[in-house]
């Protein structure tokens, strides 16, 4: 079943098509790998899903509904979380209060419960943080300050932080980028635990090796269109995916 659909989806900023037509089907409890060279349209497809732009036409659908004029936070309540290319965080504040806002931003608890801070609501949140700091491999960390963690351990947090959210469908922006090789093996079995765990995984990431490794099915984008989809092998051999990358298809 698809979680995520989108339908001719196209998004225009002035004379150029950043997103032209794109028609893709998320199977529940896959992670769905999205690649593509630089420019595809691969971020600005995610902000297209999360709620961030509104296509110019074409639309998505959420479980079978149709949320392509909802808000960002409406999808997010409905469990569609993202995390950004670029690491975004809550930098002066400590590892384990990031993640609690995670919990915040996305109603995960409401903000009444925030306010009165009833005991039992006050435990709760504090065994998810403390759930998500040992999954993250962050516990550690609990007081630094996001700012003075190594970038890899910056990006892990942003999962984190969005995992806090309960995603159903988590979209995940390069989350592989300037990590070492031992963080992005810990990362892939995170991913992989995520995926058991019933959430349902969108991948955009140039490391090919590791979208080869954890992915079901890949889309490829090039210049906003769908160049290719299939098993990481069908896109391996695909003749036009490399020449995609390499700069040599119009
Ligand atoms: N807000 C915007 N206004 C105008 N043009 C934009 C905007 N956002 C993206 N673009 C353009 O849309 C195209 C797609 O950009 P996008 O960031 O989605 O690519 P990408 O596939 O994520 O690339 P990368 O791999 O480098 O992150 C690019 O030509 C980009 O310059
Ligand atoms: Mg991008």
Redesign the pocket.
């Given at each position: 079943m698809s979680v995520l659909s989108l339908k001719g989806v196209t998004k225009k900023?002035?004379g150029?098509t950043?997103?032209n037509d794109v028609n893709l089907d998320v199977n529940a409890g896959t992670i769905h790998g999205l690649i593509?060279?630089?420019?595809?349209?691969?971020?600005?497809?995610f902000?297209l899903i999360t709620g961030f732009?509104t296509p110019t036409s074409g639309s998505i659908l959420l479980n079978g509904k149709d949320v392509t004029l909802t808000s960002t936070s409406h999808r997010a309540r409905k469990g569609l979380v993202r995390t950004f290319?670029g690491t975004v965080l809550f930098p002066d504040q400590n590892v384990a209060q990031n993640i609690a806002n995670g919990m915040l931003a996305t109603g995960a608890g409401s903000w009444t419960d925030w306010f009165s801070e009833s005991q039992a609501y006050a435990k709760i949140r504090y065994q998810e943080v403390e759930r998500l700091l040992q999954f993250a491999r962050l516990s550690d960390l609990r007081n630094a300050a996001a700012r003075d963690l190594s970038h890899g351990q910056q990006r892990v947090l942003g999962i984190a932080i969005a995992l806090a959210a309960k995603p159903r469908v988590l979209l995940l922006?390069?989350p592989f980028t300037g990590m070492t090789a031992s963080e992005k093996d810990r990362l892939v079995e995170m991913l992989q635990s995520i995926r058991q765990g019933g959430t349902t995984v969108v991948l955009?990431e140039?490391d090919m090796r590791t979208v080869m490794r954890l992915c079901e099915v890949i889309t490829v984008?090039n210049f906003?269109s769908v160049l290719t989809e299939g098993t990481p092998e069908h896109v391996r051999r695909h003749p036009e995916v490399m020449s995609a990358y390499l700069g040599t298809t119009a």
């Open positions: 900023f002035g150029l950043a997103v593509g060279p630089n420019g595809a349209g691969k971020t600005t497809l902000s732009y290319q922006d390069e955009v140039h984008l906003g």
